[in-house]
């Protein structure tokens, strides 16, 4: 048996039959460290060991720490997640990581994770009867996790890319007609927060964007609002947060009719403040509570329940505004980019296949428009 060149590692036979390999490889963290590799011949150790070596000629260094999935999806959302998302994308995240990935998961080694074992994750998955868009969400945050394992160094690939997916089919055509829209507004006069629905109508802004929304924001002489912060129940406190994106930050027109209830709601409000007395908190907000507070997302959701009924069933959601917003506009020939740019979407094919729809009418005018001209 010749004897293996100064780096090559060295192969031995153990007690227990199996052949072990190693090499010293240095790590991420700059030091030197011994590395076995196992087989059930030496044939197979070899094999395993030049495999390892040939990643090592490659500079790929390994993992100072021979990290768990679960050690290191806490590191990740600590040290990764953490300072650089939303406190709502980390809350969203570390819910996955803690109630799905861990259970099957958690106890494997990092850089032992295989193809297999991503497959039985999601399968394990489709047994507990969680739906296509949950899947896929808790397959995206462990193929994120892996994606920042690998620029560290930690793992040779990401094995999760390596798993598809069903993807979800996203419901279109959920907004709500001209008709449904005027009948909306007609019967939400009455409500003490109807100006909140007509500019969710007429300029698709979200939930969060509308409660987190104060006076400041408001020009009502330059007919323009600001959209610079949501309002978000994170950890159990409402919080003021950045926009949902970088272009969800942005500056909208306000038509005349949000202008007309903007300022009929003042009035209203100024009469509240006057009602409440010493118990008033003064934050600014355009949408408060009776006591100038902010609003609780979730009693939003309440009120909008009651003024819905008028619509009958089946019950539109209240982001369906924001759907009825970029159909109608869409339908009325503003440019895709335009009404991008007033929703505040991240990219335009969001506009374009998520939210936009034709209703039936509007295909079939175009058909005829299109009949006409080959006439």
């Not at 994750?121 to 193929?143: K, N, S, W």
């Not at 390596?162 to 005027?182: D, F, H, I, N």
């Not at 009929?264 to 008033?280: M, T």
């Not at 895709?336 to 374009?352: L, R």
Request: overall charge positive; glycine content about 6%.
């Amino acid at each position: 048996m010749t004897r293996r060149a100064n780096g090559e590692g060295t192969i031995w036979k153990k007690p227990d039959g199996r052949w072990c390999g190693a090499v010293y490889a240095q790590t991420t963290k700059g030091t030197r460290k011994r590395v076995y590799v196992y087989g059930k011949t030496r044939t197979e150790a070899r094999e395993k060991l030049t495999a390892l070596q040939r990643d090592l000629d490659r500079g790929v260094r390994v993992p100072a720490e021979n990290w768990t999935v679960e050690a290191y999806l806490k590191h990740w959302l600590d040290a990764v997640v953490k300072p650089h998302k939303a406190p709502k994308t980390y809350q969203g995240y570390e819910l996955v990581v803690r109630r799905h990935i861990l259970p099957t998961l958690g106890r494997k080694r990092l850089k032992s994770l295989s193809v297999p074992d991503v497959r039985n994750f999601v399968e394990r998955l489709q047994e507990q009867g969680m739906g296509t868009r949950g899947i896929q969400q808790a397959h995206a945050v462990l193929r994120n996790a892996l994606q920042s394992a690998m620029r560290d160094e930690l793992v040779v690939r990401n094995v999760a890319k390596l798993v598809q997916v069903k993807t979800p089919r996203y419901e279109v055509g959920r907004g709500l007609s001209v008709e449904q829209s005027r009948t909306l507004l007609r019967h939400s006069k009455s409500d003490r927060l109807h100006a909140l629905y007509v500019l969710a109508v007429y300029l698709g802004l979200r939930r969060g964007e509308l409660l987190g929304m104060r006076w400041s924001n408001v020009d009502l002489d330059q007919e323009f609002v600001q959209v610079t912060h949501t309002l978000q129940r994170v950890d159990g406190e409402l919080r003021f947060q950045p926009p949902k994106t970088r272009t969800s930050r942005r500056t909208v027109p306000l038509p005349a009719p949000c202008i007309e209830a903007l300022r009929a709601h003042k009035v209203s409000q100024d009469k509240e403040r006057l009602l409440a007395g010493p118990k008033w908190c003064d934050e600014g907000m355009v949408f408060s509570t009776t006591i100038g507070t902010p609003i609780e997302p979730d009693n939003l959701s309440r009120s909008w329940y009651v003024v819905r009924k008028v619509l009958g069933e089946p019950p539109p959601r209240f982001h369906d505004m924001r759907h009825t917003c970029v159909s109608l506009l869409l339908a009325e020939g503003a440019p895709p980019h335009v009404v991008q740019q007033i929703v505040g979407h991240s990219a335009i094919d969001v506009t374009m296949t998520i939210y936009a729809h034709a209703s039936l009418d509007e295909k079939r005018t175009a058909l005829q428009r299109l009949g006409e001209r080959l006439a």
